[in-house]
Structure formats: C-alpha cells, structure tokens
C-alpha cells in the first residue's frame, strides 16, 4: 500500500501561484508514476499533470501548459505541482495519485483508471 498526503492548496487571486506538495509513504518505492488530477465544482474529475517516477518524463492538459510544472523529489518520495499564473478556472480540489508497478500502463499517465492510489484532496480556490 502507497499513502498520500496533499499540501499546500488555499486561496489566491487571478494571475498568483501556488505549490502543491504530495507526500508518498509506505511502499513508495514501487511507485512508478505519479499524477495530478482535480474535480472543478460540479464537474468531472480531470486529468492536470504526471511524470514518470524514474525517467521525468512529464504530461500536462492543454489547459494548464505553460503555467503548470509537475516535478519530483524521489529522495523525499514527494511530488509536486508548481502552479503560476492562476485562472477563476483553476478552482477545484486537486489530488495526486500514484501508479504501483505490475500494470501496463504509461507511467504520468492521464487517465484516472490507470492510477492504483490516491490522496485525500486539497482545495486551490482562485478569486477573480
């Protein structure tokens, strides 16, 4: 089993930043990819950004290109997501989750089905 645990969501205005950090424990180290999802409110749950846990490789939606960054910390066992430029449309709870070993997927993937862990959520509200 993988634990994770977000940080780092709140409040910011139009155009700020914000960092969101997802701590992973236990069997961390058959983590092999590592994803950020968020469900803006009263819709679906979509794909963000994710990375490879040992290559780096790095995925992002269109709509966060250029102002998202998905990076990693494999010592700290922590992911996290550099947030800039934030829109009113940002505004969801954001979790991260990660991809155990033993399935033939792409590690970063985008598709939630292929994703074995997941963390609690945090919230990002961005005011206009």
């Known amino acids: 089993q993988v634990q994770l645990v977000e940080s780092g969501g709140g409040l910011v205005q139009a155009g700020g930043s914000l960092r969101l950090s997802c701590a992973a424990s236990?069997?961390?180290?058959?983590?092999?990819?590592m994803g950020w999802f968020r469900r803006p409110p009263g819709k679906e749950r979509e794909f963000v950004a994710g990375?490879?846990?040992?290559?780096?490789?790095?995925y992002y939606a269109d709509s966060v290109k250029g102002r998202f960054s998905i990076s990693r910390d494999n010592a700290k066992n922590t992911v996290y997501l550099q947030m800039d430029s934030l829109k009113p449309d940002d505004t969801a709870v954001y979790y991260c989750?990660?991809?155990?070993?033993?399935?033939?997927?792409?590690?970063?993937?985008?598709?939630?089905?292929?994703?074995?862990?997941w963390g609690q959520g945090t919230q990002v509200t961005v005011s206009s």
């Open positions: 989750a990660a991809q155990g070993p033993g399935r033939r997927v792409l590690p970063g993937s985008s598709k939630d089905n292929e994703y074995d862990y």
């Open positions: 236990g069997r961390s180290f058959s983590i092999v990819g």
């Open positions: 990375i490879n846990w040992s290559a780096g490789n790095t």
